[in-house]
């Protein structure tokens, strides 16, 4: 037994100083083994301490690094490009590669590509790809020819707070890009019609919006909306 060693006399007094139900909590917390006498657990804590404190020794935590941008997954617009298009793509933080900047390497994202281009965003100005494939024409880390998909998300770097609406549609204009079927503005549902009746000669009729008689010509027309 080691009843006198400085080992066994710092478990005594831990053991006069703790419940034994503190010792089965403590021993839950660290994830040990509650079976056995008080005495028993006392001495897994202290065995798995004495570990923790070796391994700590032997493998001290590294500090932890500080939240950049991997480097090797930033990519940019070449300058050749910025010349021969006349956009030059500063507005652009960076275009990173692999997941979303936000969230690092290897997180996942349902579009081929998004923006960041909403202005509260820490991360405004990135655009965020999931394939290197999905770039264009790459060299190193310089894109000398972007893909339709990155005109597309530059057009929202350059349209800052808005998404695929009127605003953005005039910047992929003005970027001379097409607009593809889906991000067109939606046709308008039909206008609507109404059961129209002119107060004055009592002409009816079903149209659009009107406030002239057809029949007359006077201005006294009642409208009802008319349900098809
Ligand atoms: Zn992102
Ligand atoms: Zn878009
Ligand atoms: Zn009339």
Same mark, same amino acid.
């Given at each position: 037994m080691m009843s006198n060693s400085r080992m066994s006399s710092g478990r005594d007094e831990f053991e006069a100083t703790h419940s034994f139900e503190q010792v089965k909590q403590m021993a839950v917390d660290k994830g040990i083994?509650? &079976?056995?006498s008080k005495r028993e657990i006392i001495n897994r804590i202290f065995r798995h301490e004495q570990e923790a404190a070796r391994q700590a020794v032997l493998f001290p935590p590294k500090p932890p690094k500080p939240r950049n941008i991997e480097v090797e997954a930033t990519y940019h617009v070449s300058d050749a490009v910025k010349k021969q298009t006349? #956009? *030059?793509? $500063?507005? &652009?933080k960076g275009i990173f590669v692999g997941g979303c900047v936000k969230r690092g390497v290897g997180s996942s994202f349902r579009a081929k590509a998004h923006a960041h %281009?909403?202005? *509260? *965003?820490?991360? #405004?100005g990135w655009i965020c790809v999931r394939?290197?494939?999905?770039?264009?024409e790459v060299q190193g880390q310089e894109i000398t020819k972007p893909s339709q998909l990155l005109w597309h998300e530059y057009a929202h770097i350059l349209t800052p707070? $808005?998404?695929?609406?009127d605003a953005w549609r005039r910047t992929m204009k003005v970027l001379g890009l097409p607009i593809t079927e889906q991000y067109q503005k939606k046709k308008r549902p039909p206008p609507r019609t109404y059961r129209l009746a002119c107060q004055s000669c009592g002409h009816t009729w079903t149209g659009?919006?009107?406030?002239? %008689?057809?029949? %007359?010509?006077? $201005?006294?027309i009642v409208m009802t909306p008319w349900k098809s």
């Amino acid at each position: 037994m080691m009843s006198n060693s400085r080992m066994s006399s710092g478990r005594d007094e831990f053991e006069a100083t703790h419940s034994f139900e503190q010792v089965k909590q403590m021993a839950v917390d660290k994830g040990i083994s509650t &079976v056995g006498s008080k005495r028993e657990i006392i001495n897994r804590i202290f065995r798995h301490e004495q570990e923790a404190a070796r391994q700590a020794v032997l493998f001290p935590p590294k500090p932890p690094k500080p939240r950049n941008i991997e480097v090797e997954a930033t990519y940019h617009v070449s300058d050749a490009v910025k010349k021969q298009t006349g #956009f *030059d793509w $500063h507005e &652009v933080k960076g275009i990173f590669v692999g997941g979303c900047v936000k969230r690092g390497v290897g997180s996942s994202f349902r579009a081929k590509a998004h923006a960041h %281009c909403w202005t *509260d *965003d820490p991360y #405004f100005g990135w655009i965020c790809v999931r394939s290197a494939k999905r770039l264009g024409e790459v060299q190193g880390q310089e894109i000398t020819k972007p893909s339709q998909l990155l005109w597309h998300e530059y057009a929202h770097i350059l349209t800052p707070d $808005h998404y695929h609406d009127d605003a953005w549609r005039r910047t992929m204009k003005v970027l001379g890009l097409p607009i593809t079927e889906q991000y067109q503005k939606k046709k308008r549902p039909p206008p609507r019609t109404y059961r129209l009746a002119c107060q004055s000669c009592g002409h009816t009729w079903t149209g659009t919006y009107s406030n002239t %008689c057809p029949k %007359c010509g006077k $201005h006294m027309i009642v409208m009802t909306p008319w349900k098809s």
